[in-house]
Antibody
Framework: QVQVVQSGAEVKKPGASVKVSCKAS????????IHWVRQAPGQGLEWMGKVNPSGGSTSYAQKFQGRVTMTRDTSTSTVYMELTSLRSEDTAVYYCARDLRNSDCLGYWGQGTLVTVSS | DIQMTQSPSSLSASVGGRVTITCRASQSITNYLNWYQQKPGNAPKLLIY???SLQSGVPSRFSGSGSGTDFTLTISSLQPEDFATYYCQQTYSIPPTFGQGTKVEVK
């Protein structure tokens, strides 16, 4: 069965960077896009971007351009999301999700990673 | 970016009742519309994709309809495990955008 497992919670200071991992299993890793979505406390869902595990190409939301980098390691079936220049407004739960059919529909979600940005 | 507006923002309903949630897009998205359910402390879960297709394993009391700009999610007979927040998402154009959510509470 498809599983997506994320790394654990992080606490960072303003200005620092965070790198969250997302390990996929139960299917051929290079077949489907992986997306990242975040959710600030008590707020809705915000799409950050996606990575094609096959070739590594990416598409980012304009809001995060220049601050986010999504990469993949095909040897371990893992996708990474790095966010730099953190500020308090970046405090959120970050989710990775596998695309259902490469249609930007998010079929399989990780458990979420809480990133707290605080001085 | 395409704006997605859900209504209502919250509602109260009884077990066994029928619930309808509406999602409106700021422009036509044909049928590129998905619905998710999120319970507190959990990741969202895909319920409906392509406006009306039921995701595998999702109970048949959930259904979706609509095309163009107006869409609905219907729960035909609300069960205790259905109390949650529901989000619509358009995937017609990048970036995919979500509605603000509809919280379904116990009446």
């Amino acid at each position: 069965q498809v599983q997506v497992v994320q790394s654990g919670a992080e606490v960072k200071k303003p200005g620092a960077s965070v790198k969250v991992s997302c390990k996929a299993s139960g299917y051929t890793f290079t077949t489907y896009y992986i997306h990242w979505v975040r959710q600030a406390p008590g707020q809705g869902l915000e799409w950050m971007g996606k990575v094609n595990p096959s070739g590594g190409s990416t598409s980012y939301a304009q809001k995060f351009q220049g601050r986010v980098t999504m990469t993949r390691d095909t040897s371990t079936s893992t996708v990474y999301m790095e966010l730099t220049s953190l500020r308090s407004e970046d405090t959120a739960v970050y989710y990775c999700a596998r695309d259902l059919r490469n249609s930007d529909c998010l079929g399989y979600w990780g458990q979420g990673t809480l990133v707290t940005v605080s001085s | 970016d395409i704006q997605m507006t859900q209504s209502p923002s919250s509602l109260s309903a009884s077990v066994g009742g029928r619930v309808t949630i509406t999602c409106r897009a700021s422009q036509s998205i044909t049928n590129y519309l998905n619905w998710y359910q999120q319970k507190p402390g959990n990741a969202p879960k895909l319920l409906i994709y392509a406006a009306s297709s039921l995701q595998s394993g999702v109970p048949s009391r959930f259904s979706g309809s609509g095309s163009g700009t107006d869409f609905t999610l219907t729960i035909s007979s609300l069960q205790p495990e259905d109390f949650a927040t529901y989000y619509c998402q358009q995937t017609y154009s990048i970036p995919p955008t979500f509605g603000q959510g509809t919280k379904v509470e116990v009446k």
